[in-house]
């Protein structure tokens, strides 16, 4: 449990600590920074344990593409692995922007900053301030290693990952010293001590909407928990171990991220930070220039990792996709020499490069965290799905051998209902109309949540400051019926007979908390700006256009699965690559 925790905390650890603390803190949470990591850290617990029961399911290493693949269809494991593609990009993209302006506030004075300002100014309102050069270099260099065939050195991550606990210590220690200084004075202003614009002032300036829309950002800082439920073929135990790890990792992280977000706004006003480069400005802020250059090139060491463990996995979910037939084949092409797929690294690396040069810091990770959220609802749904498909994919190991009681045999879904209402038996065996009854309620309860949730995130939870009149009535009774058709739906859901399965892990609460999970993620996306919801339209109706002239007529699936139904697909590309040493582009990240 130990060194699975470890392995989680070194792939969470890192950028979002440099990144979005001191952004959240200014622009949407205050000091309430710390209740937004709290959210978002139970948000992504619970993911947790629907990644981990996928990894018991689909016992093969790989990602959560491999898991939708292989278990939903081509069309969910296309749009999740699309969806990846974007978060490692981004991830990437964001990292990059963030060592450049790290590295350009606290090592060179804001002089590329000034210069480009003055003389390369992108006055665009969907694009950054300038052209970012450093960080596009950056990724170009790292890219071209990656082409070249090197290697993730386990050794390097290690020393930077030290390197960066004990960054963190030191602002945590910091923050503690600045309590005994001048108390929580910043986090007592009045409206008057406050800059215009700057919300109201006190724990939490900007509300309870600023702390649910700082939450949806601070998704971003627990990217990479997943690492631990891939591991489920390989630890002891894993119905205990994956949780406990689980629960470990995330809470470890969100102490870090709690105490880095609490020191910098007692040591600082929230609406007097930097949030280029918070870290920075406090010992610059409190006279110790020598911390600053200490700390920053700390935090440019703990962004390397991060900026790494974004570019390795990226050739690697393209060159899968495109093996399984969704992508065009030429990224599925490995280079006989450097044994790395060429096309897929160098196409992955110049977008991340040029989103990093022109997108602004705050729009890449709003477009990161919208990923994200959309990818832990979907592998949420999928594995309430899953619970009610009676050939679901399951390991030889986890086969029931329970007696079985068919009581649905021959009932329409019509019957089937009657029988969910009046509390009559419902036996033990799914069927086909059981499976279907059960998909079209989970399609209800989806909708019902994107209404519900998109009507409170943008009403505040129906504030009466918000919405009055007329409209707060209509939402009321549209928020009413929404919430006692889901729990009808729910009712109904919980009656229809599950797979009957003893997998290593297995999520509780099903059907309930799948559904919970999916709306407390619509409710944080529905917090990110319209432009946020562009970007990502765009970026999955040109998925779309692929899929739908390409992957359909290439796709690989049916071919994968033409040997038993119980059985898993045998020709993941993932797997294969996870397995092969020739085509193997990079090294799983750690």
């Known amino acids: 449990t130990f060194h699975l925790t470890m392995l989680g905390v070194g792939s969470t650890l890192g950028a979002g600590i440099y990144i979005i603390a001191g952004m959240v803190a200014y622009d949407d949470a205050g000091p309430a920074t710390i209740v937004s ?3 978002a850290a139970i948000a992504s617990l619970l993911a947790g344990f629907f990644y981990a029961e996928f990894g018991a399911r689909v016992p093969k290493s790989g990602s959560a593409y491999t898991y939708i693949y292989t278990s ?3 069309l969910c494991g296309f749009i999740l692995g699309w969806t990846m593609i974007m978060q490692y990009v981004i991830g990437s993209a964001s990292v990059a922007k963030s060592m450049s302006q790290y590295f350009d506030a606290a090592i060179l004075g804001g002089r590329v900053a000034n210069f480009s300002m003055t003389y390369m100014a992108l006055e665009t309102p969907l694009l950054a301030p300038y052209p970012d050069f450093i960080a596009f270099l950056v990724i170009t260099l790292l890219t071209i290693l990656l082409w070249w065939g090197v290697k993730e050195s386990t050794t390097i991550n290690n020393v930077l990952t030290i390197v960066n606990i004990c960054v963190i210590t030191f602002i945590i220690a910091f923050g503690v010293y600045g309590v005994t200084q001048i108390g929580f004075t910043n986090w007592k202003l009045s409206p008057e001590e406050v800059d215009p614009g700057r919300g109201e002032g006190g724990f939490a300036p900007f509300g309870v909407s600023g702390i649910i829309a700082g939450a949806s950002i601070c998704f971003y800082a627990f990217i990479g928990f997943d690492v631990i439920a891939t591991t489920g073929e390989e630890v002891k135990n ?14 470890i992280c969100t102490l870090a991220y709690g105490g880095v977000s609490a020191a910098v706004t007692v040591l600082l006003p929230y609406d007097k930070i930097d949030k280029n480069a918070p870290i920075p400005q406090i010992f610059q802020a409190w006279g110790m220039p020598w911390a600053e250059k200490l700390i920053s090139m700390g935090a440019i060491c703990a962004l390397t990792t991060s900026l790494m463990g974004s570019l390795f996995p990226m050739p690697r979910i393209i060159y899968s996709m495109a093996a399984d037939g969704l992508l065009y ?5 490995v280079g006989r020499k450097r044994k790395t797929p060429t096309a897929a690294t160098w196409a992955a690396g110049m977008l991340a490069a040029l989103l990093a040069a022109i997108i602004d810091l705050e729009s890449l990770v709003d477009m990161m965290s919208i990923g994200t959220l959309l990818s832990y609802s979907m592998v949420a749904l999928s594995v309430l799905v899953l619970r009610y498909r009676g050939k679901a994919p399951c390991p030889k190991y986890a086969k029931s051998n329970h007696v079985k009681d068919n009581q649905l045999v021959d009932n329409s879904v019509g019957v089937i209902v009657q029988k969910a209402l009046t509390c009559k038996s419902m036996g033990t065996q799914c069927t086909k109309n059981s499976e279907r009854l059960a998909s079209w309620l989970i399609v209800i309860l989806v909708l ?3 209404v519900s949730a998109g009507i409170c995130a943008k009403t505040n939870f129906l504030d009466s400051s918000i919405i009055t009149g007329v409209w707060w009535c209509v939402s009321l009774v549209i928020v009413i019926m929404s919430g006692v058709t889901s729990l009808l739906s729910l009712i109904l859901l919980a009656r229809i007979p599950q797979q009957k399965a003893k997998l290593r892990f297995m999520v509780w609460g099903v ?8 709306w407390l993620n619509l409710i944080f996306m529905f917090q990110l700006p319209l432009k946020i919801w562009v970007y990502f339209l765009v970026w999955l109706a040109l998925g779309c256009v692929i899929y739908f002239t390409y992957g359909v007529g290439h796709s690989l699936l049916e071919k994968n699965d033409e040997g038993d139904d119980d059985e898993l697909p045998n020709g993941n590309a993932e797997s294969k690559l996870a397995t092969s040493p020739a085509p193997e582009p990079t090294e799983k990240t750690t």
């Open 448 to 450: 019902e949540s994107f």
């Open 511 to 518: 059907p309930f908390l799948p559904v919970i999970t999916c």
């Open 238 to 251: 894993p119905h205990l171990a994956i949780p406990i790890s689980t629960i470990l990792c995330i809470g």
């Open 37 to 39: 990591f709290l959210l």
């Open 329 to 333: 084949e030429i990224f599925a092409r």
């Open 72 to 74: 939903i269809g081509e």
